[in-house]
């Protein structure tokens, strides 16, 4: 089975610090991708990354980062965390597939993490 | 552009009855969609998956989905409710760069 983990299922932040989220998958993917997920939003795609070192920009990337240094992690990062920053982020990842460059592709979840800021 | 719109944000149901969460999609180009759920505490799961290969698509535990491209609906159907299906649900479609996912939908099963 592909196992994707989260460093954290809950935490809690104060206004200002700066906040690292780990994503770990174990099916040694291609693809991994930083997701938010609010009431009544559905998932909102934050960042992605196709390759060790490479990453682009989602639906809402303003005041996030991330970093792919090795291929099986993935980290978002809240430079500095912001009220409107509380939410469930979500981490998935997929093997790279042909046609339109992955969107064809079956995502795997990780059980997410509950972020609240302060 | 693709977008996604689940066209019901909570359903309600009694177990042993049929489930009906409704879907429809746009997009520029033949999509390929998906169902995904999502249990309490839980991370998302895939529940099935459209590619453009037969329009009826067969998931896990009893789901299903047709794909009619005529009405541009995807809905997800399963003949009779049992407990453990109540989660929210999210309807997905393939974009450019990713899935784009509706809001999703929350099934409750009653007794």
């Known amino acids: 089975d592909v196992k994707v983990t989260q460093s954290s299922r809950y935490l809690v932040k104060r206004t200002g610090e700066k906040v690292f989220l780990e994503c770990v998958q174990d099916?040694?993917?291609?693809?991994m991708f930083w997701y938010r997920q609010d009431p009544g939003l559905g998932l909102r795609l934050i960042y992605f990354?196709?390759?060790?070192?490479?990453?682009e920009k989602g639906d809402i990337p303003e005041g996030y980062s991330v970093s792919r240094e090795k291929k099986e992690r993935f980290s978002l990062i809240l430079e500095s965390a912001s009220t409107n920053q509380t939410s469930m982020y979500l981490c998935?990842?997929?093997?790279?597939?042909?046609?339109?460059?992955?969107?064809?592709?079956?995502?795997?979840f990780g059980p997410g993490t509950r972020l609240t800021v302060l | 552009a693709q977008s996604v719109t689940q066209l019901d944000s909570h359903v309600s149901v009694s177990e042993g009855t049929p489930v009906l969460l409704r879907c429809n999609y746009s997009?520029?180009?033949?999509?390929?969609l998906f169902w995904y759920v999502q249990h309490p505490n839980k991370g998302l799961q895939l529940l099935l998956k459209?590619?453009?290969?037969?329009?009826l698509v067969k998931g896990i535990n009893g789901f299903e989905a047709e794909f009619k491209k005529s009405e541009t609906s995807f809905h997800l159907t399963k003949p009779s409710a049992h407990m453990s299906d109540a989660a929210e649900y999210f309807c997905?479609?393939?974009?450019?760069?990713?899935?784009?996912f509706g809001t999703g939908t929350r099934l409750q099963v009653f007794p």
């Open positions: 998935a990842s997929s093997v790279l597939a042909g046609g339109p460059p992955l969107s064809t592709d079956t995502q795997y």
């Open positions: 099916m040694d993917h291609e693809n």
């Open positions: 990354s196709y390759d060790v070192k490479m990453k």
């Open positions: 997009s520029s180009y033949s999509p390929s």
């Open positions: 459209y590619t453009s290969a037969a329009t």
């Open positions: 997905v479609v393939s974009g450019a760069a990713g899935l784009i």
